[in-house]
């Protein structure tokens, strides 16, 4: 059965409704058809082969010939001006949208992440443990290039796993992430010197992270299109929940059975939510291949994505929003040291606001599937802003002025974590989105790798006041810079009428 033929440039282009091809209802439509999201200049052809029985064999079997080089389409204009990339074509593709399949990949994707984004949201914690013991005569600088190197090395190493995840799917990824995060904290329970820590935190653990990021994230997208923005919220809440039990457990065991333990039992707790990741993070859409077959070339990274203004403008913007996150992430555990309150005692800002972060990554998600992904996830970097420049600037000595700016801000800042990928999804086929994805974050991760050494350099500029008043403002304008991104991004897709669902 052959649904759709190639939309002409007008109808292509923008338009926030879904297109039924002709003849079919929606009760005889076997398919879910998006042309509100992801608007793009081909279509694609779906092809479900039949049963030896004449039945329909299901989702796992369908072939998607793709029509986007078609001549008709070739110089088409969209009507501001702007060119159909081929990473916003109509697609028609089957989406479960959920079942019991679906939610096991989601909840996958929820132990994975916890093993990369839990340890992320409680690195203030580290932070301020290894400036007092391990690492007390190195700077701020240079402890804050161990974090940066394990989100470099997360983010970086993905350009490659997204193509891979594509092609081969998660299976093998999965397995040796998890082996590899497991043993990083194993071996940083033995590490005692700079170096030590940089190769087994960093460095091993960074790699593990990077082979669980893509997947976890890419997974979800062959499940989930309609309901992604809930999907994703869903599974991203792991990190929240990671960066809320992490530091109140080392809270009491870092005093108590001391460093070597703490990160061993750590280890044991991914050694477990290991299980579950591998067993149900999985691909159900088959690979987008040539007319000529599969090439090498599939596997290596694609570029050609940062020809669409909206996908350059989105990575630049998830870039400072990088910068802008791990400043308050890192550091706001040793500001609230250095204004007079109790170290042991500042570990729960951090559960404070990884507790907003839960709710940020949920609601949000819902909204966006509702009011649109781009609107608001522009609407939560705005709040960031505005929560740095006027809650955290002059907290000083306030207690619950901290407190509150922690659970707000993680409320705000989880939410951006969350839609970042769903948007990015938004411009792109799901079966590319391993690619998309990896790409992007290989942008994200040169602002991860600068952030916290640059809020360690800044920390030394002049007097202490001086320096945390850089910290907050650089912060600031990061997220603003950021906001300008996706505002552009969205003016591209849709133009400036705030009314408009994208």
Same mark, same amino acid.
């Given at each position: 059965m052959?649904?759709g033929?190639?939309?002409?440039?007008?109808?292509?282009c923008? #338009?926030?409704?879904?297109?039924?091809?002709?003849?079919?209802?929606?009760?005889?439509?076997?398919?879910f058809?998006?042309s509100?999201?992801?608007? #793009?200049?081909?279509?694609?052809?779906?092809?479900?082969?039949a049963n030896?029985?004449?039945?329909?064999s299901?989702?796992?079997?369908?072939?998607?010939?793709?029509?986007s080089?078609?001549?008709?389409?070739e110089?088409? #204009?969209?009507?501001?001006?702007?060119?159909?990339q081929?990473?916003?074509?109509?697609?028609?593709?089957?989406?479960?949208?959920g079942g019991?399949?679906?939610w096991l990949?989601?909840?996958?994707?929820?132990c994975?992440m916890?093993?990369?984004?839990g340890?992320?949201n409680?690195?203030?914690?580290?932070?301020?443990?290894?400036?007092t013991?391990q690492?007390v005569?190195?700077?701020?600088?240079e402890?804050?290039?161990?974090?940066?190197l394990y989100?470099f090395?997360v983010?970086?190493?993905?350009?490659?796993?997204?193509?891979?995840f594509?092609?081969?799917g998660?299976?093998?990824?999965?397995?040796?992430?998890s082996?590899?995060?497991?043993?990083?904290?194993?071996l940083?329970?033995?590490?005692?010197?700079?170096?030590?820590?940089?190769?087994?935190?960093?460095?091993?653990?960074?790699?593990?992270?990077a082979?669980?990021?893509?997947?976890?994230y890419?997974?979800?997208?062959h499940?989930?299109?309609?309901?992604?923005?809930?999907?994703?919220?869903?599974?991203?809440?792991s990190?929240?929940?990671?960066?809320?039990v992490?530091?109140?457990m080392?809270?009491?065991?870092?005093?108590?059975?001391?460093f070597?333990?703490?990160?061993?039992?750590?280890?044991?707790?991914m050694?477990?939510?290991?299980?579950?990741?591998?067993?149900?993070?999985?691909?159900?859409?088959k690979p987008?291949?040539?007319?000529?077959?599969?090439?090498?070339?599939?596997?290596?990274?694609?570029?050609s994505?940062f020809?669409?203004?909206r996908?350059?403008?989105?990575?630049?913007?998830?870039?400072?929003m990088e910068?802008g996150?791990?400043?308050p992430?890192?550091?706001i555990v040793?500001?609230?040291?250095a204004?007079?309150?109790d170290a042991?005692?500042?570990y729960l800002?951090?559960s404070?606001?990884?507790a907003?972060?839960?709710l940020?990554r949920?609601?949000?998600?819902?909204?966006?599937d509702?009011?649109?992904?781009?609107?608001?996830?522009?609407?939560?970097i705005?709040?960031?802003v505005?929560?740095?420049?006027?809650?955290?600037?002059p907290?000083?000595?306030?207690?619950?002025v901290l407190?509150?700016y922690?659970?707000?801000?993680?409320?705000?800042?989880?939410?951006n974590?969350?839609?970042?990928p769903?948007?990015?999804?938004?411009?792109c086929d799901?079966?590319?989105?391993g690619?998309?994805y990896?790409?992007?974050?290989?942008?994200?991760?040169?602002?991860?790798?600068?952030?916290?050494?640059?809020?360690?350099?800044?920390?030394?500029?002049?007097?202490?006041e001086t320096?945390?008043?850089?910290?907050?403002?650089?912060s600031?304008?990061?997220?603003f810079?950021?906001?300008?991104c996706?505002?552009?991004?969205?003016?591209?897709a849709?133009?400036?009428?705030?009314?408009?669902?994208?």
């Amino acid at each position: 059965m052959t649904l759709g033929q190639a939309p002409n440039a007008e109808d292509s282009c923008l #338009k926030n409704h879904q297109q039924l091809p002709a003849g079919e209802s929606l009760s005889t439509l076997p398919t879910f058809i998006d042309s509100s999201d992801q608007e #793009k200049g081909g279509s694609f052809v779906l092809k479900r082969e039949a049963n030896s029985d004449g039945q329909d064999s299901g989702p796992e079997s369908d072939t998607i010939q793709d029509l986007s080089d078609s001549p008709d389409d070739e110089g088409a #204009k969209c009507e501001n001006g702007l060119a159909r990339q081929p990473s916003a074509a109509t697609t028609v593709i089957d989406f479960p949208e959920g079942g019991l399949q679906g939610w096991l990949v989601v909840f996958g994707s929820f132990c994975a992440m916890i093993s990369v984004f839990g340890l992320i949201n409680s690195a203030a914690v580290f932070e301020s443990y290894f400036s007092t013991h391990q690492l007390v005569n190195h700077s701020a600088s240079e402890i804050g290039w161990i974090f940066s190197l394990y989100l470099f090395i997360v983010f970086f190493v993905g350009i490659q796993v997204g193509p891979i995840f594509d092609r081969h799917g998660a299976r093998l990824l999965v397995a040796v992430g998890s082996l590899l995060v497991v043993l990083s904290l194993m071996l940083l329970s033995l590490s005692k010197t700079y170096y030590q820590i940089m190769l087994t935190y960093s460095v091993l653990g960074g790699l593990g992270g990077a082979l669980l990021n893509c997947p976890a994230y890419g997974a979800i997208t062959h499940f989930f299109h309609v309901r992604r923005g809930l999907a994703t919220g869903v599974a991203t809440i792991s990190g929240g929940i990671g960066g809320i039990v992490f530091p109140i457990m080392l809270r009491y065991t870092l005093p108590s059975i001391g460093f070597p333990w703490s990160c061993r039992i750590l280890g044991f707790i991914m050694l477990g939510l290991a299980v579950p990741a591998n067993l149900f993070i999985k691909t159900r859409l088959k690979p987008k291949i040539s007319p000529d077959g599969p090439k090498i070339s599939s596997l290596l990274p694609d570029f050609s994505g940062f020809r669409d203004l909206r996908y350059a403008f989105s990575a630049i913007g998830i870039f400072f929003m990088e910068w802008g996150l791990f400043m308050p992430l890192t550091y706001i555990v040793s500001y609230a040291a250095a204004h007079g309150q109790d170290a042991t005692e500042s570990y729960l800002l951090l559960s404070y606001l990884n507790a907003g972060s839960v709710l940020g990554r949920v609601l949000p998600g819902l909204f966006a599937d509702r009011i649109g992904r781009f609107n608001v996830v522009i609407i939560t970097i705005s709040l960031c802003v505005i929560l740095v420049l006027a809650m955290w600037l002059p907290a000083a000595m306030s207690r619950s002025v901290l407190i509150g700016y922690a659970v707000l801000f993680g409320f705000a800042s989880g939410s951006n974590l969350g839609l970042v990928p769903v948007c990015l999804g938004q411009l792109c086929d799901a079966r590319q989105f391993g690619r998309y994805y990896s790409t992007a974050m290989m942008v994200a991760s040169f602002g991860t790798l600068s952030s916290v050494p640059i809020g360690g350099a800044l920390l030394e500029m002049g007097s202490a006041e001086t320096g945390w008043r850089a910290v907050i403002i650089f912060s600031g304008l990061s997220y603003f810079i950021a906001l300008a991104c996706y505002t552009s991004a969205r003016v591209l897709a849709v133009g400036f009428n705030p009314r408009v669902k994208f």
